[in-house]
DNA sequence: GCACCCAATGTAAGCGCATACAGTCAGAGT
DNA sequence: ACTCTGACTGTATGCGCTTACATTGGGTGC
């Protein structure tokens, strides 16, 4: 069923009756091989199934033809559905209010579309995408070792590490509002979607004080959608009564933080810096009866599919996750073509999706 | 910023005063080195950011230490939000119902969830894993140049480039009904799914008739859910006034056809082969004024994270797609470590969903 | 003190392909 | 008829690593 037996150049050209230096051309460089040889050569390639070694095609070429994405790592499995899946037969469960989440959410809703993106470019300029995930330094270099260049998202490897890498080979960091690194460095204008969507918010906010949920103190997207939400406030005269909060970036921590809000008076907006803690705050209010948009609005950023189907279905600031990847890989492909050329340090537009939860004025 | 001077075994051994040798023992066989000398080796490694080639490595040991998954191919791009991104600065768009769907649907809530799984695997196993996405069976043989092992979710292959590609490496199919094919084989027990759910549904559904989406006629998991909705309807007594669909698996098909058969008269259930029939199914109930589930239940199939968040929340047969893509990998891993083995033939189990759509007795 | 053994390391031979370089050969030019 | 040119093709080398095999040198047992 799987004899390890595949074909090499010496068999095509053995039975083709040419130089295993003529097989290579006709894979290669076909127009510079006579017609009928690189018929007959493709005939025998056919017949014997032959495909090349990427192995012995990076060793001889010096290029992987392959081309790397590093992502965060998957959080652990804790899933009442997936849990299942080790016995056999079929089980069913009880689920009446769909709340059995499928532990995805971060994954799917953001990642998938990058992933999309970058394969794309990837294909079109005749490269092969390897996806790597986050767990430690180690796995990043074992696909390094792989590819001809490498994208890596942010805060998922150490500033150490991007460093050695990119000494090796073409690097590209994507997201994260740091680029003090001599790589290449791509990420979306954090800070000009955060202001719009908070002056948006400002301006058709319901009575009651204003939330900030900022995000943890340590990321730097975080931070520059921080610095969004105070030019907002600025621009909306000095001092407003906004409480605000700095925390982690889940939907537990929006809802609790809402929900202690709440406790001490009626809130008239509140500004998430990721969706998971607009969604978390959408709860509390909702808990608390409070009714969005029309008492109190709410905003988040990043434009998750799970922002869309809320309800209300929630104001965000999408970003273009899938271009992300595709300017990544684009990105790479110029500094192979061109090592010396200027380091780049590119900001992508993001979109203000005016939804239920904070609609236009 | 991206120097091709990548050191070598070569520069390593010099540096460290070694031969090559025992700089790969070190990295591959470490316990076979005098601890001195592995340390001075390491230390020596560090120092330079050294990173094995892959490609050398390869070639050398006979294999890649990568194993391949091949999905079908992204749907082409139309996305409002994406579509900007072209551009620069921040754009607002109104989207207040949330009905700026991204177009990602299937892939994102179908596989995502599989690569996980597998990548988790192969991780375990110590194995990068490639992916590639269907475009013809040109790309996959050059995924299967780069790989150990090739898991390949069925219909996005032709049968003869399976195998072919079998007869080179080893290949797991996955899903998908066939498996006249000489290759491992990994689905999940469709019909025996599809029966448990099209039982529940008729057991609880309202006075109308029944209204069964099949899906494509040429889809083997498709046969298969429709056998597994004949041997519920069987069990339920010869004749139901079931009536019948073959068609896409789209959420429009099955908005239309629940139309039509409601201009009919009332129904009384819907049993849909997939997700995306049912999420039409609800949509059109909806428009009639038809409540879900009191005068008509409805159930879907493989469990999307779209419907659970519907409304109401969609009764449906969740697949463990996570298990899913780890199991493939282990078979993948099994059949290289024993060649000779029996072909495996694996179901994997599934899980009745049950929520308001089509709620517990 | 000598033959032996084993642990540690070195030597050398490829792995399958791309490619620089060296032919070969038919037709063009003189 | 002879050289020259260019289109094709073959020869030979090496990419960086793994690994079988050879070598070395210190124990061990007698």
Same mark, same amino acid.
């Given at each position: 069923?799987?004899?390890?037996?595949?074909?090499?150049?010496?068999?095509?050209?053995?039975?083709?009756?040419?130089?295993?230096?003529?097989v290579?051309?006709?894979?290669?460089?076909?127009?510079?091989?006579?017609?009928?040889?690189?018929?007959?050569?493709?005939?025998?390639?056919?017949?014997?199934?032959?495909?090349?070694?990427?192995?012995?095609?990076?060793?001889?070429?010096?290029?992987?033809?392959?081309?790397?994405?590093?992502?965060?790592?998957?959080?652990?499995?804790?899933?009442?559905?997936?849990?299942?899946?080790?016995?056999?037969?079929?089980?069913?469960?009880?689920?009446?209010?769909?709340?059995?989440?499928?532990?995805?959410?971060?994954?799917?809703?953001?990642?998938?579309?990058?992933?999309?993106?970058?394969?794309?470019?990837?294909?079109?300029?005749?490269?092969?995408?390897?996806?790597?995930?986050?767990?430690?330094?180690?796995?990043?270099?074992?696909?390094?070792?792989?590819?001809?260049?490498?994208?890596?998202?942010?805060?998922?490897?150490?500033?150490?590490?991007?460093?050695?890498?990119?000494?090796r080979?073409?690097?590209?960091?994507?997201?994260?509002? =740091?680029?003090?690194?001599?790589?290449?460095?791509?990420?979306?204008?954090?800070?000009?979607?955060?202001?719009?969507?908070?002056?948006?918010a400002?301006?058709?906010?319901?009575?009651?004080?204003?939330?900030?949920?900022?995000?943890?103190?340590?990321?730097?997207?975080?931070?520059?959608?921080?610095?969004?939400?105070?030019?907002a406030?600025a621009?909306?005269?000095?001092?407003l009564?906004?409480?605000?909060?700095?925390?982690?970036?889940t939907?537990?921590?929006?809802?609790?933080?809402?929900?202690?809000?709440?406790?001490?008076?009626?809130?008239g907006?509140?500004?998430?810096?990721?969706?998971q803690?607009?969604?978390?705050?959408?709860?509390?209010?909702?808990?608390?009866?409070?009714?969005?948009?029309?008492?109190?609005?709410v905003?988040?950023?990043?434009?998750?599919?799970?922002? =869309?189907?809320?309800?209300?279905?929630?104001?965000?600031?999408a970003?273009?996750?899938?271009?992300?990847?595709?300017?990544?890989?684009?990105?790479?492909?110029?500094?192979?073509?061109?090592?010396?050329?200027?380091?780049?340090?590119? =900001?992508?537009?993001?979109?203000?999706?005016?939804?239920?939860?904070?609609?236009?004025?």
């Amino acid at each position: 069923m799987a004899p390890p037996n595949a074909p090499t150049v010496y068999d095509v050209a053995e039975r083709a009756g040419v130089s295993i230096a003529t097989v290579s051309r006709v894979l290669r460089t076909p127009e510079a091989v006579k017609q009928s040889t690189r018929e007959r050569v493709l005939a025998v390639v056919q017949e014997l199934g032959y495909v090349p070694s990427a192995s012995a095609r990076g060793l001889a070429g010096r290029r992987t033809g392959a081309l790397g994405l590093f992502i965060p790592g998957h959080e652990a499995i804790d899933d009442p559905v997936e849990a299942h899946a080790t016995g056999t037969g079929v089980r069913i469960i009880d689920d009446r209010t769909g709340s059995a989440s499928r532990h995805r959410g971060f994954r799917a809703d953001y990642f998938d579309e990058l992933l999309r993106g970058a394969e794309l470019e990837a294909w079109r300029s005749g490269h092969a995408l390897m996806i790597g995930a986050g767990r430690g330094d180690g796995s990043i270099d074992d696909l390094a070792g792989r590819v001809d260049g490498l994208a890596i998202v942010a805060s998922t490897v150490s500033d150490e590490a991007v460093e050695r890498l990119a000494a090796r080979l073409p690097v590209v960091l994507l997201a994260g509002g =740091r680029n003090e690194l001599p790589v290449d460095h791509l990420a979306v204008d954090n800070r000009a979607g955060m202001r719009a969507v908070a002056e948006h918010a400002l301006r058709v906010r319901g009575p009651g004080a204003v939330l900030v949920l900022a995000g943890p103190i340590d990321s730097p997207d975080a931070e520059e959608r921080r610095q969004g939400v105070r030019d907002a406030l600025a621009a909306h005269g000095a001092r407003l009564d906004a409480q605000h909060d700095d925390g982690l970036f889940t939907r537990d921590r929006g809802r609790e933080r809402t929900a202690e809000a709440l406790a001490g008076g009626p809130l008239g907006a509140v500004i998430a810096a990721n969706d998971q803690l607009a969604l978390g705050a959408l709860d509390a209010l909702l808990d608390a009866g409070a009714a969005v948009p029309e008492q109190c609005v709410v905003t988040g950023f990043d434009g998750i599919e799970e922002a =869309r189907l809320a309800r209300p279905p929630l104001t965000t600031v999408a970003q273009p996750m899938e271009a992300l990847g595709r300017t990544a890989i684009r990105t790479l492909l110029a500094r192979i073509a061109e090592p010396q050329r200027a380091r780049s340090d590119e =900001r992508m537009p993001v979109t203000v999706v005016l939804r239920e939860s904070c609609p236009p004025a």
